[in-house]
């Protein structure tokens, strides 16, 4: 089905730029710890909590891969059944529905769990996740 062919390339390039971010996160973090290794600087609370979100924001990251992952694996599923059997496909549709949503809850689970709030004081600072 050239519709579910387009959706999977998509959700393809979507997985490529968050890798590509993740790395390039893992980069900066590096050049940051560098940096302050170089110039002899202790990590300050505000430093640590700036550390901690670079490192929710690569959990978020791979949680959303996780779940293109899980997609696209539903998707070639369905692609697969209906090749072979228009029925069967129509079977595989009700269930590919039914784990998308499976698939979805998890990731707003994921989401709920990494809520960006380190103490009570930073109840103004929350931050949305995927």
């Known amino acids: ?48 909590t700036a550390l901690q979100y670079q490192d929710i924001i690569t959990q978020q990251l791979n949680a959303s891969i996780e779940t293109i992952e899980s997609m696209k694996k539903s998707i070639d599923m369905f692609s697969h059944a209906y090749k072979n059997d228009e029925g069967l496909a129509k079977e595989s549709i009700s269930k590919l529905q039914a784990k998308l949503s499976v698939t979805l809850a998890e990731a707003k689970d994921k989401k709920s769990r990494f809520s960006g709030r380190f103490s009570a004081s930073d109840a103004e600072d929350e931050i949305e996740f995927f």
């Open 1 to 48: 089905m050239l519709m579910l062919d387009s959706i999977d390339q998509l959700l393809s390039h979507i997985k490529d730029v968050q890798v590509d971010v993740i790395d390039l996160s893992n980069k900066s973090l590096m050049k940051m710890s560098n940096f302050m290794e170089k110039n002899n600087l202790e990590i300050d609370e505000e430093i640590s």
